[in-house]
């Protein structure tokens, strides 16, 4: 063949036949069923929802399970987790549950550093835990609600801290702020159409800054130990004042007591002379035996030994004897003295 019939020389491909143009087409069209396949069924799990979004307009929502929709680009699913606890921490960040991440605490200054009520400056840590209640309201009412939500969180936050004191939030004031904080928020959420329930605010760590800790460490040991010396002073008093009142009431009752005995005595005596002065008079010379006899009742019993004599008898002394000491001579003095 000369070099002019070669290039003029073509090569027609062979046409495809009928057969082969029907299993193509049947090839795409299995293909095309499979992908529509897999793009029409998809799985919530038990705490999401899925919200069903058409040509991006939202649409209904889907349970947890397994769903169908029309295939992509049709309908879209978004899954919200409506049942999970979810949380946003201010001023530090965690690597996991329990464990903080190793950063630069300075970088989260713009969140935890505030002011306080009385002028002074603390760095404020705290973690929001909160749930999607409503989540058509979370996707679609706010435009990124995430950061809505940490703006809310530090807008309150801030708010609340510059009504009290620096001591109310590093002491006893902490769940006072924490409480007052989650009202707060949740008002402001529910005025925004967030669909976030607020379910707890826990301050993590309130302390002074860094260059002022050495300084406020010494406010605070000054404190306590003059709440120390007060509460000795007061224990001291409280044992001392009512035991030194208990003694006073007791001196007083016991002289009142005393009084009025001796009053209660006098007035016995005198209404017991009295009634003997008014008996002495009716009969003078009974009263006066009756008054010897029992004046002698109350003597005789009283002496050791006892000698009766007649008055008349003269020469006593030589025929008694002597020798039992002062007893004998009080009884006998005793004796001539009572009969005379």
């Known amino acids: 063949m000369e070099p002019q019939d070669i ?3 073509k090569v027609t491909p062979p046409k495809p036949t ?32 899925g919200l069903i979004l058409r040509f991006g307009k939202y649409v209904r929502v889907a349970k947890p399970g397994l769903n169908f929709k029309l295939p992509s680009p049709v309908e879209s699913v978004i899954k919200v987790p409506v049942q999970r606890q979810l949380k946003e921490e201010f001023g530090f960040r965690s690597v996991r549950a329990g464990i903080r991440a190793s950063l630069n605490p300075k970088s989260y200054e713009n969140e935890s550093l505030m002011l306080t009520g009385d002028l002074n400056v603390a760095v404020v840590e705290w973690i929001a835990q909160y749930r999607i209640r409503d989540p058509y309201k979370f996707l679609f009412k706010v435009k990124n609600p995430q950061v809505t939500f940490r703006d809310m969180n530090e ?63 010494e406010v605070n040991q000054a404190q306590q130990e003059r709440e120390k010396m007060i509460n000795e002073a007061k224990a001291r008093f409280n044992k001392v004042i009512p035991k030194a009142k208990g003694e006073a009431l007791r001196m007083i009752q016991q002289a009142e007591g005393y009084a009025t005995d001796r009053t209660n ?49 003269k020469g006593l002394v030589p025929l008694l004897s002597l020798n039992n000491g002062p007893g004998l001579k009080s009884s006998l003095t005793g004796t001539a003295g009572g009969t005379k």
Request: some cysteine; glycine content about 4%; proline content about 5%.
């Open 7 to 9: 290039r003029n020389f």
């Open 155 to 217: 807008a309150i936050m801030r708010e609340v801290v510059g009504n009290h004191s620096v001591n109310d939030i590093l002491t006893t004031g902490r769940q006072l702020v924490a409480d007052r904080v989650k009202q707060e928020l949740q008002a402001l959420c529910n005025k925004y159409e967030t669909g976030i329930v607020v379910e707890q605010i826990v301050l993590q760590d309130v302390t002074p800054p860094d260059p002022v800790k050495p300084s406020f460490n």
């Open 18 to 49: 009928g057969e082969q143009i029907r299993s193509f087409l049947g090839l795409v069209g299995v293909l095309l069923a499979a992908a529509v396949l897999w793009n029409s069924w998809f799985t919530v799990e038990p705490e999401e929802v």
């Open 265 to 313: 005595r006098a007035q016995g005596d005198a209404a017991f002379f009295n009634a003997l002065y008014q008996a002495y008079e009716k009969a003078p010379d009974v009263t006066r035996k009756r008054m010897f006899l029992e004046t002698m009742d109350v003597i005789y019993p009283k002496l050791n030994k006892k000698i009766v004599i007649d008055q008349q008898l």
